[in-house]
């Protein structure tokens, strides 16, 4: 859900969620944060290296389970009856409407 081509999957998942469910950017890192770790345990159980996760999911977190099945039906709702192209284009046209970079570097006093 959300991907479409190759390379940095999670990335751009998470990404791609943040976008879809949230518009306030400490939203949008919260929902990023959290898709791409369920992402990862995901991916390591899928591979069969779900042992170097085995501390992670020993003292796992069910809130961030309960929150992500949350985050994955606001998408679902959001994305019903789109087409896959037309939610694509929707996205892709987010990242690119940003403003300048310099403009975000100010505002952490980096220039």
């Not at 969620?17 to 990023?32: G, L, Y």
């Not at 042992?51 to 809130?63: A, I, R, T």
């Not at 019903?80 to 975000?104: P, R």
Request: charge should be positive; aromatic fraction near 16%.
């Amino acid at each position: 859900m959300l991907v479409k081509g190759d390379g940095e999957l999670s990335f751009r998942v998470a990404l791609y969620t943040s976008f879809v469910v949230d518009t306030n950017i400490e939203k949008r890192k919260e929902v990023f944060n959290l898709v791409k770790y369920m992402y990862d345990i995901r991916s390591k159980s899928v591979h069969g290296e779900i042992v170097s996760k085995y501390k992670k999911l020993k003292n796992f977190d069910y809130d961030k389970y309960y929150r992500f099945k949350e985050i994955v039906s606001e998408v679902l709702i959001k994305t019903y009856g789109k087409k896959e192209d037309e939610v694509f284009n929707a996205l892709e046209s987010m990242i690119y409407c940003s403003d300048k970079f310099e403009d975000y570097l100010k505002g952490y006093n980096l220039i």
